[in-house]
């Protein structure tokens, strides 16, 4: 049996090597706990401290936030109380398959806090508290799999970097997944890192409850955010690669793809209530990706410590060190991070994609944006530069040329090296505390309690509310602006009224969205008001109020009827009679029509529609609503009776609501066998011959 070279060290053992005399006394114990949770608490005080204004009852109103705040108030009112995850929803554009085509992880994890909080908190309150936990999240979830399987150092510089990065649009950090908001691949990288700490505990020690975290903790992170499928099938080579070659183990290998199988297994089935149904539908989303840069110029960005914005060189360089150490040292969890931030950094590069010809050869491949496989290369390259530290430090710890000096001056090697470090960190905090406010300064988040612009929007807000509970019949309210303004993609949350939003937003991944502008547009969405920011002179638009700065218009064309009637030859005047119109079903009664009706329905066209004209099932068409709009609407041909519309669940749906319920009792089984391996016997690894030969001199030193 050999001994790990880190006993009687600050910080954890080397992954696969047996607790030795002096680590399992319980005043060592302790200690190594004690550290551990004080590591934990600096990472949890800086996050808290970074979004104090959270803390006041006031949560993000920029950018993306606000899409994110309307789907979890979605997700919650109208699809959790009905008993679904995803359905129709009326309340943006020609409405929209909510929770079928975005990933629902991000509103999965609101609607948690909105549970936890037994709904005592107002919407703003709930999504502020989910972000700031997120946030916390995320840098103990760096912490984490640092710590346990790379060290203390590792572990605490990763989350602190991670934390502090200022970052670059599409290349993570504050500015993107803080500030614009884009925190969904933030979180599905925690939960992947995750995942990934529990897959190497698994594939080190055969327990059934590791398998079953590891599960379920890498199925959460793709429905957090759907490029951490692709993270998860570069790591999962890689990983096996790296454990069957470069570290020796007793295990067979294929016991080794034994635990891996089941691993994977368990991930597809957690994330297959949304990745199945998605796998069918590529076809309802648009091409939204964009290449980044060549493979020189990636290389070139990175020997020059420039490649990612905002990154200190320093950081650069002492990541690829560490990696470099991870390899040489044949430790894993460092050699997976390294190989796996290479491995990204190819697949993002414009040589690989155009070069092979992927998206030729995989048309999903248009639908990814390269550059933000920056964000978890980053993750990795900040771990690996606290590796460094790391090693660094327990190199000294450790040397053995300590038995060598004299008595005394060994016996006193060690304190005076912790005492040491201990005051080059208090130095360093009390020197850099007002350069530290200075850079955190600059890490702002435009919040409700803080922003100029939030109490005329919640005026309004009011004023919409109140005619919406006053006014008969169905209509929109237009926001019109600037082309990226997302402010008021949560109004319907605030007023309960359903909105259309000109120029761009983030939820429109869905293919029938629009975000054009016009009157014959306006009155295929039954549009009523139009508000903006901006003075809008039209002649169908008259000035009805103001509120600060948002300017409320009355669209004089307002169309009440969601629908259009196309008469045949020989029916100038047929007639239809509204049954039922919800998001579930619409039904029309139908007379006076002739060889050639067609009715045109004013919301959007989707898989899960299905139309039936007296029980016969008829075929749904594609039809633009307006000129210059593309077909997105539904048309069918219809005849004397009853028309009716429903949103159903295919075939693909069925499947995966079962393969999900699969996993679920799965991960629960693996849980309750405990530390009973699924299969075989528990076997436990041998260290490299030269790893031995270190830690004996280590263990000879202590």
Request: charged share 15%; glycine share 10%.
């Amino acid at each position: 049996m050999t001994r790990s070279r880190r006993e009687g060290a600050p910080g954890s053992r080397r992954e696969g090597a047996p607790r030795s005399r002096r680590e399992s006394t319980p005043s060592n114990k302790w200690a190594l706990h004690a550290l551990h949770l004080a590591g934990a608490t600096a990472v949890l005080s800086l996050a808290i401290y970074l979004l104090r204004p959270l803390l006041y009852g006031w949560f993000p109103v920029s950018s993306d936030h606000m899409v994110h705040l309307y789907q979890a108030w979605d997700l919650w009112e109208n699809r959790l109380v009905n008993g679904r995850l995803s359905g129709w929803s009326d309340y943006w554009f020609f409405g929209y398959p909510a929770g079928d085509l975005y990933h629902p992880g991000l509103d999965i994890w609101v609607a948690m806090f909105r549970a936890g909080t037994l709904a005592r908190l107002d919407w703003g309150q709930t999504y502020g508290l989910a972000f700031l936990a997120y946030f916390a999240f995320a840098g103990l979830a760096i912490y984490r799999f640092g710590q346990r399987h790379m060290g203390l150092a590792a572990g605490l510089a990763g989350s602190f970097l991670w934390m502090l990065d200022r970052g670059e649009y599409e290349q993570g950090g504050w500015l993107y997944l803080v500030r614009a908001g884009v925190w969904g691949q933030g979180l599905g990288l925690a939960l992947f890192l995750l995942g990934l700490g529990f897959f190497l505990q698994a594939l080190q020690g055969h327990r059934a409850r590791d398998h079953a975290l590891a599960g379920m903790f890498l199925g959460a992170s793709i429905l957090a955010h759907p490029m951490d499928l692709l993270l998860l099938l570069m790591a999962l080579p890689a990983l096996l690669l790296l454990k069957l070659l470069l570290i020796p183990a007793r295990k067979a290998p294929r016991t080794l793809l034994l635990s891996s199988a089941w691993i994977v297994g368990t991930c597809f089935l957690v994330a297959s209530t949304w990745l199945l149904p998605l796998w069918t539908r590529y076809g309802w989303t648009e091409a939204v990706g964009k290449p980044w840069l060549p493979a020189s110029a990636i290389l070139r960005g990175l020997l020059n410590g420039d490649l990612f914005t905002g990154t200190s060189p320093l950081v650069i360089y002492a990541g690829l060190l560490g990696g470099l150490l991870g390899f040489l040292r044949r430790r894993l969890a460092p050699a997976l991070l390294f190989l796996l931030m290479l491995i990204l950094l190819a697949t993002a590069s414009t040589d690989v994609l155009y070069g092979l010809r992927l998206q030729e050869h995989f048309p999903s491949v248009g639908r990814i944006q390269f550059q933000r496989f920056t964000i978890p290369a980053k993750a990795c390259l900040f771990l690996l530069a606290g590796y460094t530290l790391d090693e660094i430090w327990r190199s000294l710890w450790c040397f053995a040329g300590w038995q060598k000096m004299p008595t005394l001056f060994r016996k006193m090697a060690r304190p005076t090296l912790a005492v040491s470090t201990a005051l080059a960190l208090l130095v360093s905090a009390f020197t850099w505390w007002q350069p530290f406010l200075a850079y955190t300064a600059r890490l702002d988040l435009p919040c409700s309690g803080s922003s100029e612009t939030w109490p005329s929007y919640q005026i309004f807000n009011r004023w919409a509310l109140e005619q919406h509970e006053a006014e008969q019949g169905f209509y929109r309210i237009a926001y019109e602006g600037r082309e990226y303004d997302q402010d008021f993609m949560a109004a319907p949350v605030f007023n309960q009224t359903a909105g259309y939003k000109s120029g761009f937003t983030s939820c429109r991944i869905f293919s029938g969205v629009t975000g054009l502008v016009g009157d014959e547009l306006y009155r295929a969405l039954s549009v009523k008001y139009v508000a903006s920011r901006q003075a809008l002179n039209r002649p169908t638009l008259q000035f009805h109020r103001r509120f600060g700065e948002i300017l409320v218009y009355r669209f004089v064309d307002y169309q009440p009827n969601r629908y259009k009637l196309l008469p045949g030859q020989d029916a100038p005047s047929p007639k239809v009679e509204t049954l039922e119109f919800n998001d579930q079903q619409v039904r029309f009664a139908l007379s006076g029509t002739g060889i050639g009706s067609r009715l045109r329905l004013y919301v959007a066209n989707y898989e899960r529609w299905a139309a039936s004209m007296n029980g016969q099932k008829i075929t749904i068409e594609s039809a633009s609503p307006a000129r210059g709009v593309a077909p997105i609407v539904m048309e069918v041909p219809i005849t004397d009776g009853e028309l009716r519309f429903r949103y159903v669940r295919r075939g693909v749906d069925w499947l995966s609501m079962a393969t999900e319920t699969t996993g679920l009792l799965l991960v629960l089984a693996l849980l309750l066998r405990g530390r009973r391996p699924p299969w075989g016997t528990e076997t436990t690894s041998r260290a490299p011959r030269h790893q031995q030969i270190r830690e004996k001199s280590c263990q000879k030193s202590l």
